[in-house]
């Protein structure tokens, strides 16, 4: 196929990062093996020294990775413009989790000594991640609140050492936003590197690069796999030659590569992101609407109502306001357990960017060891539910939360 003929995002869904394979199959077939044959030494030289593309050893790289790498790196460029006024250019690095991306993006970039300025807000893991490995490696985390643009300047001005600014947008699980293009100007101007968690708006709902950004991660497990199958993630560049070089060198030596089977399902997922998105966002809009106005709930934290703090910086950089949200039960913990039990067909699950519903009470759930005090300083509150908002018919949806909210 010849792929200038793709002028739409589905399509590059679907098509982008697919080559023929040899034996004809329509897909590719996943490519379980550890490692690759050459015809003669010349040849594994050549490849060695990088001067013949091919295949070496999966932990290097493997067919199925290259696809899934090259679909979300189209999908991340879509319609972008590089600095030199060509499409923009992409590499991305698929690796086994989340985690093991970001593992590979701070130890890639970052030396002991290093600052990160970052926001209060952030996953669980990389919060934990800054808090209880980097330190141990001399690479310290700033946490600023940066809502304020003036305090996050500050905050650079006073740590001359602050090497990188990591965003993440909306955040998980308190769905703050922070504003890309403000941000990632100021970073760029006091000459910092610029990374961004894009892993709730998938690029489909928003474009880091667009504002900037050096570096894009995704969680895949989430959105762009879509049917909760693998847990995967990605780190994706627009140095070329840094993300081929030094990047690719930590990556493979950490060890966090995916595997071929996990890298077919997310290919697979990702063909259908666009319309899964469309129908993720229009579903959450009107559960949102629908709690709203539900006697038992006190409050909605849902990014597509206007009483959401972060409403207006969702507005400005996010295509739809995404399909995870928060509400609040009047009845408090007692409300919150009788309400997932009487659930008959949302799951009850945490995670998120399923095709089905996922809903979680945190206060008996994820959050159950942490003291109430702690937990309700990251708005944990008791008759808190989370919910991961997916893709069934929409009454299904609205009756089976209807009839366990009575
Ligand atoms: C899930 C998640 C991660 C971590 O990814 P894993 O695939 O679980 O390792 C990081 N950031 C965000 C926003 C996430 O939701």
């Given at each position: 196929m010849d792929h200038k003929i793709i002028t739409g995002f589905s399509s590059a869904c679907i098509h982008a990062g697919h080559k023929q394979d040899p034996m004809y199959s329509h897909l590719t077939p996943i490519?379980?093996?550890?490692t690759f044959v050459y015809d003669t030494a010349e040849q594994g030289m050549l490849r060695f020294e990088g001067k013949e593309e091919g295949y070496i050893y999966s932990r290097w790289g493997n067919p199925n990775f290259t696809e899934a790498e090259l679909k979300i790196s189209a999908l991340e460029a879509f319609g972008l413009t590089g600095d030199n006024g060509k499409p923009l250019e992409l590499k991305g690095i698929l690796h086994a989790s989340g985690m093991a991306a970001l593992t590979t993006l701070f130890l890639g970039t970052l030396k002991a000594g290093d600052k990160i300025i970052t926001h209060f807000s952030l996953y669980g893991g990389t919060e934990e991640l800054f808090q209880k490995i980097l330190p141990g490696l001399g690479i310290e985390a700033v946490i600023v609140d940066m809502h304020n643009l003036k305090e996050t300047e500050d905050a650079i001005k006073a740590h001359p050492d602050a090497k990188m600014m990591y965003l993440e947008t909306?955040?998980?699980?308190?769905l703050q936003c922070v504003d890309l293009e403000e941000l990632i100007s100021i970073a760029r101007e006091h000459k910092l590197i610029t990374a961004v968690d894009n892993t709730f708006a998938t690029p489909y709902l928003q474009q880091p690069f667009a504002f900037g950004a050096d570096f894009v991660f995704h969680s895949?497990?989430?959105?762009?796999?879509?049917?909760?199958?693998a847990i995967g993630g990605i780190i994706i560049g627009k140095d070329i030659q840094l993300m081929e070089g030094k990047m690719m060198k930590t990556h493979r030596l950490l060890g966090g590569n995916s595997n071929p089977f996990d890298a077919y399902l997310l290919t697979q997922g990702i063909k259908t992101l666009e319309v899964r998105m469309e129908r993720h966002c229009h579903n959450a809009m009107e559960v949102a609407n629908f709690l709203e106005s539900h006697?038992?709930?006190s409050k909605v934290n849902y990014?597509?109502?206007?009483?959401?703090?972060?409403f207006a910086i969702a507005s400005k950089q996010m295509k739809h306001p995404g399909a995870m949200m928060s509400f609040e039960l009047k009845g408090g913990l007692e409300a919150g357990k009788q309400f997932i039990n009487r659930l008959k067909m949302c799951t009850k699950a945490v995670s998120l960017g399923t095709c089905d519903t996922l809903v979680s009470h945190p206060a008996s759930m994820?959050?159950?060891?942490?003291p109430k005090a702690t937990r309700e300083q990251y708005?944990?509150?008791?008759?808190l539910i989370r919910m991961s908002v997916g893709m069934e018919s929409i009454t299904d949806i609205i009756n089976d939360l209807d009839q366990a909210l009575q």
């Open positions: 490519y379980a093996s550890s909306p955040a998980n699980p308190t895949t497990t989430k959105y762009l796999n879509g049917h909760g199958t006697p038992a709930v990014l597509g109502l206007s009483s959401h703090p972060d994820t959050h159950y060891g942490v708005g944990i509150t008791d008759g």
